[in-house]
């Protein structure tokens, strides 16, 4: 497929995202949701690909969606729009390689959004995030009321849905939306260096570390350690386990073969 909204590179077993709508500071239309969609098809089934990365650009990891079409959208259109996107970010939620956002700029509603389906997310310095849906009588639609929630807390996910006001990237960074702020010339390195130390890991425990996570959340804590604990006991039945502890107690890298 021609990516037309989308720029995307292979880099040593990573993937790079670049969202590529820079006059519209990469807000998400249509025709950027379909391409990530099915690049996020394209890159579960790739077994060259170990890690992903998702950015944007300097000025914009995405300012919010596409409020040229929604001003004049009805309830229906609204909601097929949105439900294109959560079907994207789902994708990303539930791939089974780890997906780091690299934040630089504006994350704003829908790029806010896009960034919380992602695993891990940096930012660099000066970058301001929010949902400022509030501002424009309507609220957040592709979980910035549930996995901001989940991400931040009750109370700062409300602040943030309720008076719309932005927050900057050391203040993300204390209230756990971002694990690490560096500059901005730094930033993508940044996100290659952590992409890459997960690269090398063994795809199945990977796959099922980032599993038992999400399962998590969704459940009571009882159920959650029971699914983790056979979880564990599954990897045991692996090639990668075996050459995992083998290669420690070689001390030697491993080799994983994702069998």
Do not use: H
């Not at 004049?72 to 939620?93: C, G, M, P, T, Y």
């Not at 890459?196 to 350690?225: E, F, Q, T």
């Amino acid at each position: 497929m021609e990516l037309k909204t989308i720029l995307y590179e292979k880099d040593a077993g990573v993937g790079i995202i670049t969202l590529n709508r820079p006059k519209a500071l990469n807000a998400l239309n249509d025709e950027l949701i379909n391409e990530l969609t099915i690049l996020m098809d394209d890159i579960g089934s790739d077994n060259e690909v170990q890690a992903v990365i998702i950015t944007g650009g300097e000025r914009a990891f995405a300012a919010g969606g596409d409020i040229a079409f929604m001003a004049n959208a009805d309830s229906l259109q609204a909601e097929k729009f949105v439900e294109a996107i959560r079907v994207a970010f789902d994708k990303i939620d539930r791939l089974d390689k780890p997906v780091i956002a690299a934040i630089s700029g504006l994350a704003l509603g829908g790029g806010s959004e896009l960034a919380l389906a992602c695993d891990i997310r940096i930012a660099a310095e000066g970058s301001s995030i929010g949902q400022p849906e509030i501002n424009l009588g309507i609220i957040p639609g592709a979980g910035g009321t549930q996995r901001l929630t989940r991400t931040v807390g009750p109370g700062w996910a409300k602040y943030m849905v309720m008076t719309g006001l932005p927050i900057s990237a050391d203040t993300a960074l204390k209230i756990g939306f971002i694990t690490k702020v560096v500059p901005k010339e730094q930033l993508m390195d940044e996100a290659k260096k952590i992409a890459n130390i997960m690269a090398v890991k063994s795809p199945l425990a990977m796959k099922a570390a980032k599993r038992c996570v999400n399962y998590g959340l969704s459940v009571d804590l009882s159920s959650a350690l029971s699914y983790e604990i056979k979880t564990w006991a599954a990897l045991f039945s692996t090639e990668d386990q075996k050459e995992g502890m083998k290669a420690f107690l070689e001390k030697r890298n491993p080799v994983y073969k994702s069998r």
